[in-house]
């Protein structure tokens, strides 16, 4: 069962453009993580979000997380060729010893010169 | 540091063959994982590990067994492979520290697998 559902699958866009990516879920969670995978490449964390409303920016990406903490955004300003490639969010979930990660479907970015 | 190596990098295997997928991680991680990507499903867990001599299963554990006999290994194995196992097999790690929220985990580079 897929609990995490990203908006848009797909996005081609021109360098210079805004972007916002979607991560929605029913399920509550406590903390939410982005990564970005490139091509033959694992996964690599981007940001952690742990409270609910919380904002954290990286250079040009900010991210939201949810006041409920069930869903989170991921905004892109004047996109470069550079942030080409797959976005994945994550929702934590402590269970027994273990945080374990609940990935969503992905946004794939290609961004055109 | 190498981080979080995978071997073999690919394989193609014929239905029924089995084969054995090598974790390894040089940061002295507790928490190892198995998980399997497949397009439009992002990355489902298949087995985890809290520890040396620890196993548990994760999502989608149906057709794989894993063993951490070392602390810095984590080896997933197919028994009777088959064509649904068809994916790119990512191993990843984790301190699996106090502060559970903001635990992060490295992934190693993924193993491309084919059953014909």
């Known amino acids: 069962t897929q609990l995490l559902e990203q908006s848009p699958q797909f996005l081609s866009i021109q360098e210079g453009e805004n972007l916002t990516v979607y991560c929605n879920s029913s399920s509550v969670f406590s903390s939410l993580q982005w990564y970005r995978q490139e091509p033959g490449e694992g996964p690599v964390l981007l940001v952690t979000v742990v409270t609910g409303g919380e904002v954290k920016k990286l250079k040009r990406l900010t991210f939201q997380f949810g006041d409920a903490r069930k869903d989170s955004s991921l905004h892109i300003t004047a996109a470069q060729p550079g942030d080409t490639g797959l976005y994945l969010c994550a929702g934590a979930k402590i269970t027994g010893t273990a945080s374990k990660l609940t990935f969503g479907t992905g946004t794939r970015l290609q961004v055109t010169l | 540091n190498a981080g979080v190596t995978q071997t073999p990098k690919f394989r193609v295997l014929k239905t029924g063959q089995s084969m054995t997928l090598l974790c390894a991680q040089d940061?002295?991680?507790?928490?190892m994982y198995w998980y399997r990507q497949d397009p439009g499903m992002g990355l489902r867990l298949i087995h985890y590990s809290v520890g040396e001599g620890t196993t548990a299963k994760g999502e989608v554990p149906d057709g794989y067994n894993v063993s951490r006999l070392k602390k810095q290994n984590f080896l997933l194995g197919l028994e009777s492979a088959a064509p649904s196992q068809t994916s790119v097999y990512f191993c990843?790690?984790?301190?699996?520290?106090?502060?559970?929220?903001?635990?992060?985990?490295?992934f190693g580079p993924g193993t491309r697998l084919t059953v014909l």
């Open positions: 940061m002295n991680h507790e928490y």
């Open positions: 990843a790690s984790s301190f699996g520290a106090a502060s559970w929220r903001t635990d992060t985990q490295y």
